[in-house]
């Protein structure tokens, strides 16, 4: 079993700041690909960044500028840095991990989410 448990959301004013922080857990041999993905009400959930296990980054148009997704492949942890935040920013964030565990074989992992408001 492979727990995925992010932290970090909450209440902000438009034009501050938050760090989501998504560390893994469990029986892990590897893990390649981290991200992190957000759902507002009434909407499908939407990638906002990707971070290979080499470091490579992809991000949401939307966030491009404003958001920093980074891991720690040591504490098998990944972050989002989330800067200049609008009230459309607000959504439950999830992290996800592609992982390898036992047997071999390749899983694909969620958190719980965390809420994150940005007030107006």
């Known amino acids: 079993q492979v727990q995925l448990v992010e932290s970090g959301g909450g209440l902000v004013q438009a034009g501050g700041s938050l760090r989501l922080s998504c560390p893994a857990s469990?029986?892990?041999?590897?893990?390649?690909?981290m991200g992190w993905y957000r759902q507002a009400p009434g909407k499908q959930r939407d990638m906002v960044a990707i971070i290979s296990s080499g470091g490579s980054t992809s991000y949401a148009d939307s966030v491009k500028g404003r958001f920093t997704i980074s891991r720690d492949n040591t504490k098998n942890t990944v972050f989002l840095q989330m800067n200049s935040l609008t009230p459309e920013d607000t959504a439950v964030y999830y992290c996800h991990a592609d992982v390898k565990s036992d047997g071999g074989y390749w899983y694909s992992y969620w958190g719980q989410g965390t809420q994150v408001t940005v007030s107006s």
């Open positions: 469990g029986r892990i041999l590897a893990i390649n690909q």
